[in-house]
């Protein structure tokens, strides 16, 4: 009689909701505008996802007409410091 190991659960995925859609990237200083129809956040891991590809991270700080805020609400256009490019009308989702 031979021991098998536990079969493995697969990890499970984080669920995702959809809070905005970027609008703008500005690559010399790798910031990303959004246009939210969530609210948002600081401290929240979001992921941006488009046709070029998918980046994931935290969101450190944000800002509205270069002042300091700690969410964003629907309707308002705000600006994310972002590790990677990203593109007009890719969109950006809170994981849960």
Same mark, same amino acid.
Request: hydrophobic share 40%; aromatic share 4%; proline share 7%.
């Given at each position: &009689?031979?021991? @098998?190991?536990?079969?493995? +659960? ?7 909701? %959809?809070?905005?859609?970027?609008? @703008? /990237? /500005?690559?010399?200083?790798? =910031?990303?505008?959004?246009? #939210?129809? %969530?609210? #948002?956040?600081?401290? !929240?891991?979001? +992921? ?6 998918? #980046?994931?991270?935290? =969101?450190?700080? &944000?800002?509205?007409? @270069? ?5 964003? +609400?629907?309707? %308002? ?5 972002? +590790?990677?490019?990203?593109?007009? !009308?890719?969109?950006?989702?809170? #994981?849960?």
């Amino acid at each position: &009689m031979s021991a @098998r190991a536990p079969a493995k +659960t697969p990890a499970k995925a984080p669920k995702k909701k %959809q809070v905005g859609t970027v609008t @703008r /990237f /500005f690559d010399k200083i790798s =910031v990303a505008a959004i246009k #939210l129809e %969530q609210p #948002l956040p600081v401290g !929240n891991k979001i +992921t941006i996802e488009g046709p070029a590809g998918s #980046l994931e991270q935290v =969101v450190d700080s &944000m800002q509205i007409d @270069r002042k300091q805020i700690q969410q964003g +609400t629907p309707g %308002q256009e705000i600006a994310i410091k972002v +590790t990677k490019a990203v593109h007009e !009308n890719d969109k950006v989702f809170v #994981l849960e």
